[in-house]
């Protein structure tokens, strides 16, 4: 299994999130950690894995950890976009079966579903949901809580959890950011590698691009179909 990576400061912010993630204190009577050590043993099941993959062999899986207003709303806009691109998932998927895993909640889910965006990326790959109990993503009421910290901490335990899935599937493995800016012909790229690199894990560094800006001048390119 080959991970691919596009950022490692988000990575870093997962595994943090992941070590610390024993320290969390329950929001309800289902704690974070035994939520995701429910997701982490049902993924080595029979019935998950068929569900999955279906055909019996999976190429790769993307896994995209993501859920609120800002984040689905820059991944609609920006990342999605991107990835549509001829020289993206399209040619990452040509001849071979992906599967993009979204780990996200009820609301986030309901509107990607509405995009015209995911429809169109459903002809290239398929396209599963895993939905985050609401109540994991209640802002806490105890005032000690940092809010942010504890996100982070779902965060990284729900990227163990598609590390695992890419385990039972057998397939390579690529992360995706909400918030990723992709260039033409990036998956393509990562295509190649994962056909003929004898590397087991390969990481890109990442530069930071100030949201606003960039944004209004993605918006005067944009064509009718929102590509």
């Known amino acids: 299994m080959k991970i691919l990576l596009h950022s490692l400061s988000r990575l870093r912010q997962a595994l943090v999130g992941l070590l610390d993630i024993d320290k969390t204190i329950p929001v309800s009577r289902e704690s974070y950690r035994e939520y995701i050590d429910q997701l982490i043993s049902r993924t080595y099941s029979p019935r998950h894995i ?3 993959r279906p055909a019996g062999s999976l190429d790769a ?3 995209m950890v993501a859920w609120g207003e800002r984040y689905i709303e820059t991944f609609l806009t920006v990342g999605l976009p991107m990835l549509l691109h001829p020289t993206n998932v399209p040619a990452m998927a040509k001849g071979r079966r992906i599967l993009l895993r979204i780990f996200t909640d ?4 309901a509107k990607l579903e509405a995009s015209p965006l995911v429809s169109m990326l459903r002809q290239h790959i398929d396209v599963s949901y895993e939905t985050v109990p609401q109540r994991l993503l209640r802002r806490p009421q105890v005032s000690t809580w940092d809010h942010k910290e504890v996100t982070y901490r779902l965060f990284g335990g729900l990227t163990h959890a598609g590390i695992h899935e890419a385990i039972a599937l057998e397939s390579d493995l690529v992360f995706i950011w909400p918030d990723q800016i992709l260039g033409p ?5 990562l295509r190649r590698l994962m056909d003929g690199s004898e590397r087991d894990c390969m990481a890109v560094r990442a530069l930071n691009i100030n949201h606003t800006g960039f944004v209004s001048e993605l918006a005067k390119y944009r064509t009718a179909n929102g590509l």
């Not at 012909?185 to 790229?189: F, H, N």
């Open 50 to 52: 068929r569900e999955l």
């Open 61 to 63: 899986l993307l896994v």
């Open 106 to 109: 009820e609301p986030s889910r």
């Open 185 to 189: 012909g990036s998956y393509a790229y």
